[in-house]
């Protein structure tokens, strides 16, 4: 089990974001956030967006480092990756 994190390099906000997974379970993954005062609202489906000046205490609090396609490929073999599609059709029909 183990909680990936990608270099920020995202822009949104004035800043540049970075992707906080796990490629194990939601439930590592929020356990991490949860521990490390990230909050809820920063998930999004099978990720959490947090900002650059997150990164270095996150990786000290034992988030393993990895490229963007790493991190893709390896959310994806975990089978906790949301597709496009996925997010499309939640969008589109949100969970009362």
Not at 21 to 50: C, K, M, Q, T, W
């Amino acid at each position: 089990m183990t909680v990936l994190i990608d270099r920020p390099m995202w822009p949104a906000h004035g800043t540049v974001w970075s992707h906080l997974v796990s490629d194990a379970s939601l439930d590592e993954l929020h356990a991490f956030a949860a521990a490390n005062e990230i909050p809820r609202r920063g998930f999004d489906l099978d990720h959490y967006d947090v900002p650059a000046r997150r990164y270095d205490a996150l990786v000290a609090a034992g988030a393993h480092p990895v490229g963007n396609r790493e991190l893709v490929l390896r959310l994806r073999a975990s089978g906790l990756r949301v597709s496009a599609r996925e997010r499309a059709n939640r969008a589109e029909h949100p969970a009362p």
